[in-house]
Structures are given as structure tokens and as C-alpha cells.
């Protein structure tokens, strides 16, 4: 089945500088990657995702890649602010109609101001 | 805007009751899910509902565990004998149809098992 993997678990960083988290899945019917942000206590919370038909999504100061080839994907995020913090999941889908998301280990962001 | 919501928001049982979190879904939806996240890990599938049956199960939804439709708006999940390793946040999703890529997501239940 499915695995994802995330890097890095934790990352600190000043507030206004990037971020960046990588992701790697393993099965190539996959086509469907969402990213979620989570605050301590609540839902998974979609942020912004992207299917196999484009490398590159942007919405504001996130964007996300993917590499199909590589079976790699990735979140920047641009001018963190403290309200940023938070844990993130990327994620992997078949986008079939029945589909589990398949989550990553998640990486805790810390912004500092 | 329309959300999943769920109850109870927190639960707390002793080992070996049976307990039943409830969901209900966006009213249009018609795929349904549920997931576990362990305090401190990353959300894990349990299982796949549409049309009134299991479209999936993974390995962590084993006899112990049931959903249910009982009716038009509710969707549950039993567990008949808990263990303390099934303490953990459980959310309900829910999609609207098989084109559809994004789940919606409850705010979840804190199952703890005593």
C-alpha cells in the first residue's frame, strides 16, 4: 500500500523567513496531494493541494511542487508569521472514488517572532 | 458553510465498554470515512463507506470495530470492547461524490480509554 514519508519532524524558523517541508510517496497510481495543517486539539485542515496533471500550485504565500518521476512533493511556504505554527501533514490519494488519504508523520512548524 | 460535525467531543470509557462516536456528514455527501490520530502521531485510515456498505478497511479496523447509516444523516462508529491503545482523537470525513478529491473533515473525538 501506500506510504508516505515527510521531512523534516520538527523545523524552527524567524518569522518573514521560508519554509520548506519534503515529501515522498511510493505508489505511482497516486494523483491526488493534499496538505493539511493542524492546530493542537483540532481537525486536520486542507491548505492547499495539487493533482498529478500539474508540477506546481501556488495560492498566496504557500506553494507546492511535485515531481511524478520522483514520486516527490513539496510545501514552501513564503514571510512565515507567528499564526503559521503549527503541525503539517502532506498527504497522498489514488483519487479513486472510494480512496483513503494516506497521511505523512506530519512536521511541527515553529515560528518565531 | 456546511461542516462535519461530531459526538461527543470527548468520551471517556474503561476498558472493555463499548463506546459509539457519531458523525454527521455534509448533507449531500455521499463517501464517508473514518481516521485515528494517537496523540502526537499522524492520522492513520480506519474505513471506506458508501452505499450503505465498507468500501475499505485497513488493518487497525479489525472485528472490534463497526460502522453504521443508521439513517439518513448519521454515521456511526462502534467499538464493542476498548482497549487502552484505542485512546485516541477519531474524525469522521466525508466527500461528495466519486469525482470529488477533497475530504471534509469533523472536528474529531477524544476517545480515552481507562
Known amino acids: 500500500g501506500e506510504n508516505v514519508e515527510q521531512h523534516p519532524s520538527t523545523l524552527s524558523v524567524q518569522e518573514g523567513d521560508s519554509a520548506v517541508i519534503k515529501c515522498t510517496y511510493s505508489?505511482?497510481?497516486?494523483?491526488?496531494f493534499p496538505w493539511y495543517k493542524q492546530e493542537l486539539g483540532k481537525r486536520p485542515q486542507l491548505i492547499i493541494d495539487?493533482?498529478?496533471?500539474?508540477g506546481e500550485k501556488k495560492d498566496q504565500r504557500i506553494a507546492v511542487t511535485l515531481n511524478k518521476t520522483a514520486k516527490h512533493f513539496s510545501l514552501h511556504i513564503t514571510e512565515t508569521q507567528p499564526e503559521d505554527s503549527a503541525v503539517y501533514f502532506c498527504?497522498?490519494?489514488?483519487?479513486?472514488?472510494?480512496?483513503?488519504?494516506?497521511f505523512g508523520p506530519g512536521t511541527s512548524l515553529s515560528v518565531i517572532p | 458553510e456546511p461542516e462535519v460535525t461530531q459526538t461527543p467531543s470527548h468520551q471517556v470509557t474503561q476498558m472493555g465498554q463499548e463506546v459509539i462516536l457519531r458523525c454527521v456528514p455534509i448533507s449531500n455527501h455521499l463517501y464517508f470515512y473514518w481516521y485515528r490520530q494517537i496523540l502526537g502521531q499522524k492520522v492513520e485510515f480506519l474505513v471506506s463507506?458508501?452505499?450503505?456498505?465498507?468500501?475499505?478497511k485497513s488493518e487497525i479496523f479489525d472485528d472490534q470495530f463497526s460502522v453504521e447509516r443508521p439513517d439518513g444523516s448519521n454515521f456511526t462508529l462502534k467499538i464493542r470492547s476498548t482497549k487502552l491503545e484505542d485512546s485516541a482523537m477519531y474524525f469522521c470525513a466525508s466527500k461528495t461524490s466519486g469525482k470529488s478529491y477533497e475530504q471534509y473533515f469533523g472536528p474529531g473525538t477524544r476517545l480515552t480509554v481507562t
Open positions: 505508489d505511482s497510481a497516486s494523483n491526488y
Open positions: 498527504a497522498a490519494s489514488t483519487g479513486s472514488p472510494h480512496d483513503k488519504v494516506i
Open positions: 495539487i493533482r498529478s496533471n500539474v
Open positions: 463507506f458508501y452505499n450503505n456498505e465498507i468500501s475499505e
